[in-house]
Nanobody
Framework: QVQVVESGGGLVQAGGSLRLSCTTS????????IGWYRQAPGKERELVAR???????TYANSVKGRFTIFRDNAKNTMFLQMNSLKVEDTAVYYCNTEANPIAPFGFWGQGTQVTVYS
């Protein structure tokens, strides 16, 4: 049973910063955090940032230059540093693990709310 927990969200003024964290536990398989997604009210869940199979990183165009994804492999902890936050960044942010036979789209946490105000 894989558990995924996001934390670090909150209320922040536009232009401010937040750092999100994702920790996983419960299995030696399918517990590697690989990316961050977000879902705003009335919109589909979208990719924010993730690690590629080649070990590089990729970002949504809307966050390039502002967000940075990194991780502590030994602790199965992944982070998302968000700078220069905009109102349109407001969403629930989700941590996603690698795809696996049980969960073709990986495992997801409950999400952490990020609200940016002007």
């Amino acid at each position: 049973q894989v558990q995924v927990v996001e934390s670090g969200g909150g209320l922040v003024q536009a232009g401010g910063s937040l750092r999100l964290s994702c920790t996983t536990s419960g299995s030696s398989f399918s517990d590697i955090p690989i990316g961050w997604y977000r879902q705003a009210p009335g919109k589909e869940r979208e990719l924010v940032a993730r690690f590629t199979s080649a070990g590089a990183t990729t970002y949504a165009n809307s966050v390039k230059g502002r967000f940075t994804i990194f991780r502590d492999n030994a602790k199965n902890t992944m982070f998302l540093q968000m700078n220069s936050l905009k109102v349109e960044d407001t969403a629930v942010y989700y941590c996603n693990t690698e795809a696996n036979p049980i969960a073709p789209f990986g495992f997801w946490g409950q999400g952490t709310q990020v609200t940016v105000y002007s």
